[in-house]
């Protein structure tokens, strides 16, 4: 099932590279980029996320939030975060249920792997609601973060 633009963004509440509980709720009045990405320490969801660190001044000024989300557990997210200098939170959905509400999931990954997160990009504005969704099927693809960046302008 893919979510709709127009439709509420399910809610969630998972643990941080910092340990700390965030649920999407804690940014209600304020737009959210939503990254989901496959594995912490792959080439391309190093460069899915060091882009959006990279244009965060951006975002940054918009009131909006850039959240990151893999099933890896937190400790990994951590230590990616750390390496990369990224400044947003990366979110372990380690029980993969927010993936799975958010039609990001993939049933079998590389290597044999199920359950690991697709790479996918939504925006959710003020209200909580998705105005932008994109689930790309090929973890090579990155998403379109031009249309991103337009949505939240």
Do not use: W
């Not at 940014?27 to 980029?33: A, D, I, M, Y």
């Not at 909006?64 to 947003?88: H, R």
């Not at 003020?126 to 939240?152: C, S, T």
């Amino acid at each position: 099932m893919s979510l709709q633009t127009g439709s509420a963004a399910p809610q969630f509440k998972l643990t941080s590279s910092e340990l700390k509980e965030v649920s999407l709720a804690d940014f209600k009045g304020k737009k959210v980029v939503l990254h989901f990405f496959p594995l912490a320490f792959t080439g391309v969801c190093t460069t899915q996320l060091c882009t959006m660190r990279d244009s965060f001044g951006y975002y940054d000024g918009l009131n909006a939030q850039i959240l990151g989300v893999s099933v890896d557990s937190p400790f990994t997210l951590g230590k990616f975060k750390e390496e990369n200098a990224y400044q947003f939170p990366l979110l372990s959905d380690f029980n993969k249920e927010v993936s799975e509400a958010y039609g990001a999931l993939y049933e079998t990954f590389a290597f044999g792997m199920k359950g690991v997160s697709k790479r996918a990009a939504f925006v959710i504005d003020e209200e909580q609601n998705i105005i932008y969704a994109e689930v790309l099927e090929n973890a090579g693809d990155l998403p379109d973060f031009d249309a991103i960046a337009e949505k939240v302008k």
